[in-house]
């Protein structure tokens, strides 16, 4: 967008493009590793497996959904990681490959 208002192409003007909804996909499904378990509909049951990255520093996702909010952060502190997971659900809590099998609530790792 131009400082005037207008757009430096009509043939262009999305911001819905493919290319942000796909880092934003990653941040949600890697880096804070929330997922829907694919037999189930629609986050009745979730894994959350987050891949911690030090470049990234830590994040704080979260989604809303019918059962309730769903929430995935991780910061480093010192040379641990350490893990907060909120899941309104029955969740698969996955952190460096261990899972955790746990009931709907606050985990902390």
């Avoid at 262009?12 to 290319?19: D, E, G, K, V």
């Avoid at 059962?67 to 460096?96: F, L, R």
Wanted: contains cysteine; aromatic residues 12%; glycine residues 8%.
């Amino acid at each position: 967008i131009r400082d005037d208002g207008t757009f430096w192409s009509t043939d262009m003007n999305s911001y819905n493009h493919y290319a942000y909804g796909s880092v934003v996909d990653w941040l949600y499904s890697v880096a804070a590793g929330i997922k829907p378990v694919e037999d189930k509909a629609g986050f009745d049951e979730v894994v959350i497996a987050p891949v911690p990255d030090k470049r990234l520093g830590s994040i704080k996702a979260s989604l809303d959904t019918a059962y309730g909010k769903i929430q995935s952060s991780w910061h480093y502190e010192d040379d641990k990681i350490c893990y907060e997971i909120i899941t309104p659900v029955k969740a698969t809590i996955i952190i460096n490959g261990e899972k955790h099998f746990v009931e709907g609530g606050l985990h902390i790792f």
